[in-house]
């Protein structure tokens, strides 16, 4: 009797732990029964990217617990759509004109139905970059990646064909992508970058006021955003204001050609503008090459800049003097991949 006292208790309490770990076990079961919510992610494009060549877009989405996936983009009044039974979708749209604006890709799928047989809509979203604004962050990129390499840190810039030389420097970042490119109007035709204008052209004002004079039909998709030219008729207070209206102007992707006098350098000088003007700082942001050097062995070498930065006060300092300017080239906007 005594015996079976002692032990009735450590039964008891196996008993306790046993029932305890049974629900335990129920209740994780319970856990992963649990259905998971519909959910749909864009794999192509990637984020920052345009369409591609040839008028047409490549889509991939994916996602689980999805029935069906549609996707669509509007460019330029046009609805064009896809879509897929299960939970990935890939296929490419074909535009019927040459895409020249930015867009939103939008995807929406439908869920499998739950136990109780109902369904949900889950979506995503992708911003699709005008080829205008893929290309400028592009040349962007490119010059950034070039801060980085020894190649163009420091360049010779002596002679009009070496790297080191500022209107070489933003020409190679443009001709690197420049193929890739058409404008709508002139489809049939390559973009270049006009070379800076001669001597006897500029005149009566210096030499690297301004590029050649090339239009859309020749191949050129610039357009003179803004000048500015010293006018001897004006005071040189107001010829510093209009110079300072003309920096106020710019935006980024603008190739800003000016001849002035600029402390490392005095006469014509080529850079690429990588951020809008910010009226709150008043400062203009650009890459370049050869605004600042040295000589090696009796040659120019020059040092590549990447956000630099100044005002609009000392920037229209620069260019406000007689025969002196500046110039603001900007891209057109009917840009399309090829």
């Given at each position: 009797m005594t015996k079976q006292k002692r032990w009735l208790p450590l039964w008891f309490l196996i008993f306790l732990m046993m029932a305890a770990c049974a629900v335990a076990t129920e209740d994780l079961e319970e856990v992963e029964l649990n259905p998971q919510p519909a959910v749909v992610y864009i794999l192509s494009p990637i984020p920052?990217?345009?369409?591609?060549?040839?008028?047409?877009?490549?889509?991939?989405?994916?996602?689980?617990?999805?029935?069906?996936?549609?996707?669509?983009?509007?460019i330029q009044g046009k609805t064009y759509s896809t879509e897929a039974e299960g939970d990935r979708l890939e296929?490419?749209?074909?535009?019927?004109?040459?895409?020249?604006?930015?867009?939103?890709l939008k995807v929406t799928a439908t869920s499998l139905p739950d136990e109780a047989g109902q369904r949900v809509t889950v979506t995503a979203e992708r911003a699709i970059l005008s080829p205008r604004e893929e290309l400028i962050q592009r040349m962007i990129d490119l010059a950034e990646a070039n801060s980085h390499d020894k190649k163009y840190q420091f360049a010779r810039a002596e002679d009009d064909w070496d790297i080191g030389v500022c209107k070489n420097?933003?020409?190679?970042?443009?001709?690197t992508f420049s193929k890739e490119y058409r404008m709508a109007e002139y489809p049939k035709l390559e973009l270049h970058m006009p070379k800076n204008n001669s001597k006897a052209a500029c005149a009566p004002y210096d030499y690297g006021i301004e590029w050649r004079i090339?239009?859309?039909?020749?191949g050129s998709p610039f357009e003179i955003a803004a000048q500015f030219k010293y006018d001897d008729s004006l005071s040189y207070e107001e010829n510093l204001e209009l110079a300072k209206e003309l920096v106020r102007s710019i935006r980024k992707g603008d190739f800003f050609q000016i001849v002035g006098y600029y402390g490392g350098g005095n006469?014509?000088?080529?850079?690429?503008i990588i951020r809008d003007y910010d009226p709150e700082t008043r400062e203009i942001h650009w890459t370049d090459s050869n605004m600042k050097g040295t000589r090696i062995d009796g040659a120019?070498?020059?040092?590549?800049?990447?956000?630099?930065?100044a005002d609009e006060d000392w920037w229209?300092?620069?260019?406000?003097?007689?025969?002196?300017?500046?110039?603001?080239?900007r891209l057109r906007e009917d840009l399309y991949k090829y």
């Open positions: 920052g990217a345009s369409y591609d060549s040839g008028n047409c877009l490549h889509v991939k989405a994916d996602g689980y617990g999805i029935a069906s996936i549609r996707a669509e983009v509007t296929a490419t749209l074909t535009f019927e004109e040459p895409a020249t604006t930015g867009t939103v420097f933003v020409m190679r970042l443009f001709d090339e239009t859309a039909a020749e006469g014509p000088h080529s850079m690429y120019r070498w020059g040092y590549m800049q990447f956000d630099a930065d229209a300092e620069v260019f406000t003097r007689k025969k002196r300017g500046a110039t603001v080239y």
